[in-house]
C-alpha cells in the first residue's frame, strides 16, 4: 500500500493540528493504520494505531488524552488530529501500515508501509 500524508506546518504551543494520510494501491480496510514520530536526534517512536475498522485504538502515553486517530475506510484516509500541542511534540510525523494490531507496542520494525514525513513544528 502506498501512503501519502499530509497536514504538516507550524503552530503554537497550545494549539491545535491535523494530519491526515491517503492510502492506495491495496485495500485499505486490510489494514491496521497508525502514526509515529521521529524528533531531531531521537529513534522513531509509535503515536497512536488504529485496528481494521477503527473499533479499536491505542496511544502512546505521552500524546492519550490529546491525540485522536480515527479512520474513513470508505474515502482511504486515516486521521491524527492533534490538540493542546507542546513544543516536545515537534517532530517529522509518518503514517504507517501493518496487516497486524500490535496497539501501543507497535514498533517500527513491525511496519510494513511508510508514507513520507510531514513536518510538525510547535513553537513555545
Known amino acids: 500500500v502506498q501512503l501519502q500524508a499530509s497536514g504538516g506546518g507550524l503552530v503554537q504551543a497550545g494549539g491545535s493540528l491535523s494530519l491526515s494520510c491517503a492510502a492506495s494501491?491495496?485495500?485499505?480496510?486490510?489494514?491496521?493504520m497508525g502514526w509515529f514520530r521521529q524528533a531531531p536526534g531521537s529513534e522513531r517512536e509509535f503515536v497512536a494505531g488504529?485496528?481494521?475498522?477503527?473499533?479499536?485504538?491505542s496511544y502512546a502515553g505521552s500524546v492519550k488524552g490529546r491525540f485522536t486517530i480515527s479512520r474513513d475506510n470508505d474515502k482511504n484516509t486515516v486521521f491524527l488530529q492533534m490538540n493542546s500541542l507542546k513544543p516536545e511534540d515537534t517532530a517529522v510525523f509518518y503514517c504507517?501500515?501493518?496487516?497486524?494490531?500490535?496497539?501501543?507496542?507497535?514498533?517500527?520494525?513491525?511496519?510494513?508501509?511508510w508514507g513520507k514525513g510531514t513536518l510538525v513544528t510547535v513553537s513555545s
Open positions: 504507517a501500515a501493518t496487516h497486524i494490531w500490535y496497539g501501543e507496542m507497535w514498533s517500527p520494525d513491525d511496519v510494513d508501509s
Open positions: 494501491g491495496r485495500p485499505f480496510r486490510d489494514y491496521c
Open positions: 488504529i485496528i481494521w475498522n477503527g473499533a479499536i485504538t
